[in-house]
């Protein structure tokens, strides 16, 4: 089993960045591939990015493609998600998950209880 925090969110400008970070429990961390979703308040979660377990592979939504980039630090039991160029639209609260491909569909097994970030236009 795979606990995972989330930490980093906060309240920002339009046009700021932000950078959260997803600290996992236990030793199976780089076995799993991570991702990141997001929900705002009314809307379903929706998928943002994910990650290959090696780091070798990433996947972003549309909406996100070119401002936001995914990593993770295997050594360190952590996954990041870097967030440039924040939109009002990307006030949300949002959370990391720990799991597995399906194709091309990340799903997660795993989830941690979010972090909010507000963007203010």
């Known amino acids: 089993q795979v606990q995972l925090v989330e930490s980093g969110g906060g309240l920002v400008q339009a046009g700021d960045s932000l950078r959260l970070s997803c600290a996992a429990s236990?030793?199976?961390?780089?076995?799993?591939?991570m991702g990141w979703f997001r929900q705002a308040p009314g809307k379903e979660r929706e998928f943002v990015a994910a990650i290959t377990w090696s780091g070798g592979g990433t996947h972003y939504e549309d909406y996100v493609k070119g401002r936001f980039t995914i990593s993770r630090d295997n050594a360190k039991n952590t996954v990041y998600l870097q967030m440039n160029s924040l939109k009002p639209e990307d006030t949300a609260v949002y959370y990391c998950?720990?799991?597995?491909?399906?194709?091309?569909?990340?799903?997660?097994?795993?989830w941690g209880q979010g972090t909010q970030v507000t963007v203010s236009s």
């Open positions: 998950a720990a799991g597995r491909y399906f194709g091309s569909d990340f799903r997660g097994d795993y």
């Open positions: 236990g030793r199976t961390f780089s076995s799993y591939s």
